[in-house]
């Protein structure tokens, strides 16, 4: 798979979530407050997000292990593989090593089984996996997540905290209340409906659109 192909599925997956968070949204004149949701919205938004939160994850699984294996970039170049990379199964093997561990050797075994693999979505194990693995194209992709980094860890909270919503999780949140004009939730899923300062944007419009650009600054 081309780095460009990563690109477009991730596109082609953001699509369709979007458009209907938008469709969502566009049914209610305001959403500024907790009882602006009722439990089927609840339900509905966890489900958009986790969604969400799986295309991104599958989108940078897959920068990293066809920049290892060998690829072609957004504009055609050629990503020379890594000379350990012999299969995906090496580099999978490699990131699991570079999670674990500061410092080498990283590669060498093999793993096959996905659940043992990082979070790929977290930027912040990408950006610690990646010097480790050392892609020929390391700094364009170490560029690119550093840009997502503000924007995939909202998600990423929220969506942590919906799926096991407890006073640790909920309390995890409030790193973004500096960043977005907030109200009280019931539930952390209503916090998609935060309001971005800069772009007056709903939280989850903005943080997918960067995550988008990201993308794309990967590939390229």
Known sequence: MSLYDAWTALCDEFDPLINHLRDFTAARPIISASAHFVTEDECLLEGLLSRVWQAWGTFCRACVMESC???????GAPIV??????????VSAAAINAKKKPNPPFWGSTNTVLRHEPTWGDVDLLTKIIPRL?????????AAF????RSAKALQLIRNAAAHNNSE????LQPLWSRFVIFPTTHPIQSLYWVESSTHDYLVFHAVEELRDAGLDAIS
């Open 69 to 75: 294996v060998g690829t072609i970039d957004g504009a």
């Open 81 to 90: 593989p890594h000379p350990q990379a012999a299969s995906e199964a090496h």
């Open 134 to 142: 050392h892609p020929s194209n390391e700094a364009q992709l170490m």
């Open 146 to 149: 550093s840009s997502a980094h």
């Open 169 to 172: 999780t909920r309390a995890a």
